[in-house]
């Protein structure tokens, strides 16, 4: 019920503030980060004292306004998403077979396996492995991890619907993933796409839950894919 609440409380507050140019998070709530990324991407993160300690949501925009809203808990597992056109809610299911695990991560490799089910009926299963490369790459002033991952998701009866493979950077103090330079196919083969962050903004500094992407936004149509759900 909690999460529901928050979703709901979410998408109620985040179209007025979008229209202003900054955002404010829902009652209950606080930011912390905005992250100004590659592909003409902004993104708000902020935590409520209404949700289990350690989760977080995180707020994406585009030239468009505002397109995906996601909930991870404390081992970055995708708990909740909402895509707003159409506007569908997916939630993780309960007992996953390989819970997706940031700890387990940071010791170098963490394979998954987990159901999800959508409000429109939609169940799929998702199976990967997210793995630390070794490597280090400052952005803004941070110091990410590199990973490797692959992901394949399925339909209930076991029918490709989508995968995806590639690189992303995780802080692990932040237990967050951040995308990077990537490959995604729906079907029609690998298309590459890179989401990487490009500037840290907090609180306090200009541009902080700011909805408006300032970069690759000349290059780029609105036409967003998520990437794993469940947490990155």
Not at 28 to 43: E, F, I, K, M, P
Not at 130 to 146: C, F, H, N
Not at 171 to 198: M, N, Q
Request: charged share 20%.
């Amino acid at each position: 019920m909690k999460a529901i609440l928050s979703a709901l409380a979410f998408l109620l507050a985040a179209p007025l503030d979008a229209a202003a140019g900054s955002f404010t998070p829902p009652a209950g709530c606080t930011g912390w980060l905005t992250v100004q990324a590659r592909a003409c991407r902004v993104s708000n993160y902020y935590k409520c004292t209404q949700d289990a300690p350690g989760d977080q949501w995180r707020a994406d925009f585009d030239q468009e306004g505002l397109f995906f809203a996601s909930r991870i808990d404390s081992e970055a597992q995708w708990v909740e998403s909402i895509d707003m056109s159409p506007m569908i809610r997916q939630t993780l299911d309960p007992n996953p077979e390989d819970p997706a695990s940031f700890s387990e991560l940071l010791t170098g490799l963490d394979t998954f396996a987990f159901n999800l089910s959508r409000d429109n009926g939609e169940q799929s299963r998702v199976r990967g492995f997210d793995r630390l490369t070794g490597r280090s790459i400052m952005i803004d002033g941070m110091t990410l991890l590199e990973t490797q991952f692959e992901y394949n998701e399925t339909d209930a009866s076991g029918t490709f619907l989508r995968r995806s493979r590639g690189n992303e950077y995780v802080h692990p103090d932040w237990r967050l993933f951040f995308a990077g330079p990537s490959e995604w196919d729906g079907g029609d083969g690998f298309v590459p796409l890179d989401g990487s962050p490009l500037q840290f903004i907090f609180p306090g500094e200009p541009g902080f839950f700011s909805t408006e992407p300032l970069y690759e936004c000349d290059a780029v149509l609105s036409n967003y894919t998520p990437k794993v759900p469940y947490g990155h």
